[in-house]
T-cell receptor, first 115, second 110 residues
Framework: AQTVTQSQPEMSVQEAETVTLSCTYD???????LFWYKQPPSRQMILVIR??????QNATENRFSVNFQKAAKSFSLKISDSQLGDAAMYFC????????????FGTGTSLTVIP | DVKVTQSSRYLVKRTGEKVFLECVQD?????MFWYRQDPGLGLRLIYF???????EKGDIPEGYSVSREKKERFSLILESASTNQTSMYLC?????????FGPGTRLTVT
């Protein structure tokens, strides 16, 4: 099974600053999808951003962007101009097209935004 | 918008009870999943289903079973609840390459 590693259990950032959350994964596949999900306290998990492995261009969604390094198997999330509403647990996830739609999740990074 | 609902937000059961957790999605998704979420362990897949009456074991199926009689509904069953099954349970559905999550059920087994 593929493994996804988030080595930062907790991170903090000052409001309006930039923070980067790290994620690495292990796979022998060449085609796959990577995701960042956000889980606010006591609220539903939602998709933040998605990256297809065949695309060289890094995905961006407003203040959220990724740094996808396929050779290094690294997929970090950058949050610019951090806001109080960004405080949440963030999960990195991997999906293979070859394993029956199964998703593999990291252990999560808890982000605190300091006013 | 995709909507995934779970029957309960909070549930307290006694050891040995049979527990049913229900999940319903309204977008005709083929794939549905049950995860368990524990601090420091992330999300671990219990079971998933890619069609009605079809199921596949995930990483931690022991002590659980599932049922999918209708496309929109995926049930997780704890045949005999134990205290080590106290956890947050998340249901998800997906089509193509995105998953949509329900709000979760926090189950406490005493």
């Amino acid at each position: 099974a593929q493994t996804v590693t988030q080595s930062q259990p907790e991170m903090s950032v000052q409001e309006a600053e930039t923070v980067t959350l790290s994620c690495t994964y292990d796979t022998s596949e060449s085609d796959y999808y990577l995701f960042w999900y956000k889980q606010p306290p006591s609220r539903q998990m939602i998709l933040v951003i998605r990256q297809e492995a065949y695309k060289q261009q890094n995905a961006t969604e407003n203040r959220f962007s990724v740094n996808f390094q396929k050779a290094a198997k690294s997929f970090s999330l950058k949050i610019s101009d951090s806001q109080l509403g960004d405080a949440a647990m963030y999960f990195c996830a991997y999906r293979s097209p070859n394993t029956g739609n199964q998703f593999y999740f990291g252990t999560g990074t808890s982000l605190t935004v300091i006013p | 918008d995709v909507k995934v609902t779970q029957s309960s937000r909070y549930l307290v059961k006694r050891t040995g009870e049979k527990v049913f957790l229900e999940c319903v999605q309204d977008m005709d998704h083929e794939n549905m999943f049950w995860y368990r979420q524990d601090p420091g362990l992330g999300l671990r897949l219990i079971y998933f289903s890619y069609d009605v009456k079809m199921k596949e074991k995930g990483d931690i199926p022991e002590g659980y079973s599932v049922s999918r009689e209708k496309k929109e509904r995926f049930s997780l069953i704890l045949e005999s609840a134990s205290t080590n099954q106290t956890s947050m349970y998340l249901c998800a559905s997906s089509i193509r390459y995105e998953q949509y999550f329900g709000p979760g059920t926090r189950l406490t087994v005493t």
